[in-house]
């Protein structure tokens, strides 16, 4: 099933001009046909009439007492024919038949005509009357035949057809540009609501214009209820998780503080229980907080860069480069705040283990979603260790670590990965071409925006 309406509307409109067109062709066809078969009909009458008004009684026979004036009677095979044949008296005949004697025979689909051998041996036809000359009583009965080349009329339909087929085809292809324009045209309120709504849920706008076409003012009340509704939504959503968060605070710190007061071995482990609880009610506010926040989008170029400017002046007294590249007004459909938590623990942990440069990249792959490479030229992380870090407190042993960083608590991969994921995106480790650790996070591509100067 056609699944767009602009081919739908461009077919249906196809579809009804091909009908209407061959309809009209019909029509103006039969119609014209009519007429000329009409306007023959009339001029072999009005000969058979003038002959007939020259048929005179003399002697109990039948005689023919002028001719007719047309000149062209006068010619042979000059495509006009009269004959009267009177049951008694002298058969005449214009001198354009020379010696030949019309013949008529039944002409299926004639209009009307009969069908005979004309002087040139083409085929004319043939309108035939009987008529009579009433005298004394008696009845003297005559026939008259006048006729034209059968080709000049099939001629003069051809003709006619033929230009009327092309002023059908040019009227098609006419009419289906209109239609096709008048779809694009027609179609655009629905494109810019497109383009309205996207916006909407890239943080750009907050509501849908209602001006425009009657028929769409309905739908964009509808959404901007939608909209309104999602917005509460989200406000009860966050203060829930905000009430979540104070309401597990207070319990938490009591349990920790009477664990205290356990034998060793058991306070050790109400502790690590207690830090579990406080870790995973941290891990899934966290995301439900991000499952709300996704109709914005971010400048990665505009972040990254000022993100590096903080770091460089801890970086460059090590003599550690950055290499930045990322095309200006590349952006990932998420929250500025979320993706700069996200980046800066990257680019924290990346600023830990290298030795002299550290490298930024970002691409939008085929599949919609961008690609944010962070590379450095530290120790590396073994394989089987790729997993442990990305979860929290887990941690890669090295004796490589740079100096001037403290020991971190290994939640920063792992918050990377939450918020990540918390997008739909993933986060994947692996070998760097620099020879230490690339970190690879894929997010929603945003349309690109305006970048901004980074100061």
Not at 150 to 163: K, N, Q, V
Not at 315 to 325: D, F, K, P, S
Request: net charge negative; with cysteine; proline share 5%.
């Amino acid at each position: 099933m056609i699944s767009s309406l602009r081919v739908r509307l461009a077919l249906g409109a196809l579809v009804a001009i091909t009908l209407s067109l061959v309809a009209t062709g019909f029509i103006l066809g039969g119609a014209f046909t009519n007429y000329v078969v009409e306007r023959y009909r009339n001029e072999m009458g009005g000969i058979i009439d003038q002959l007939s008004a020259h048929v005179e009684l003399k002697d109990h026979a039948l005689v023919l007492t002028a001719d007719l004036p047309d000149p062209r009677f006068a010619l042979p095979a000059s495509g006009r024919y009269w004959e009267v044949i009177p049951n008694k008296g002298e058969v005449r005949r214009s001198a354009s038949l020379w010696d030949t004697v019309l013949d008529p025979e039944p002409y299926p689909d004639g209009f009307g005509f009969s069908r005979a051998e004309g002087p040139d041996g083409e085929p004319v036809l043939v309108l035939e009357r009987t008529l009579a000359i009433k005298d004394a009583g008696e009845h003297y009965p005559f026939r008259v035949m006048a006729a034209f080349p059968e080709a000049e009329f099939a001629s003069g339909l051809a003709d006619y057809h033929s230009t009327q087929r092309w002023m059908l085809a040019l009227s098609a292809v006419v009419l289906t540009g209109a239609a096709v324009l008048q779809g694009a045209i027609g179609l655009q309120p629905l494109v810019r609501m497109r383009r309205h709504v996207s916006l909407v849920r890239q943080g750009q706008m907050q509501r849908l214009e209602e001006e425009g076409p009657s028929e769409l003012r309905p739908l964009v009340a509808e959404l901007n209820l939608l909209l309104s509704e999602r917005e509460t939504a989200v406000e009860r959503a966050r203060q829930r998780a905000s009430d979540l968060a104070h309401g597990l605070k207070t319990p938490l710190t009591v349990l920790s503080q009477l664990a205290d007061h356990l034998p060793p071995a058991e306070r050790a482990l109400a502790l690590q229980q207690v830090d579990l609880v406080r870790q995973r009610a941290d891990r899934q506010l966290q995301a439900a907080r991000l499952g709300v926040e996704q109709m914005v989008s971010t400048n990665l170029a505009s972040l990254a860069g000022k993100l590096i400017l903080v770091l460089k002046p801890v970086t460059q007294a090590r003599g550690i480069v950055w290499h930045l590249a990322i095309r200006a007004g590349l952006a990932v459909e998420a929250d500025p705040a979320d993706i700069a938590e996200c980046l800066g623990n990257v680019f924290d942990n990346a600023s830990k283990w290298a030795r002299s440069e550290i490298a930024v990249e970002a691409e939008e792959r085929a599949d919609g979603r961008i690609e944010i490479r962070i590379l450095d030229d530290g120790p590396g992380v073994a394989e089987e260790d790729f997993a442990r870090i990305l979860k929290r407190g887990g941690q890669a042993v090295s004796d490589e670590r740079q100096d001037g960083f403290a020991e971190g608590s290994g939640l920063g991969l792992a918050i990377s990965a939450d918020i990540v994921q918390a997008y739909g995106g993933l986060i994947t480790l692996s070998r760097a071409r620099l020879g230490g650790l690339q970190v690879s996070l894929l997010f929603p591509a945003a349309p690109s925006i305006r970048p901004e100067p980074v100061h």
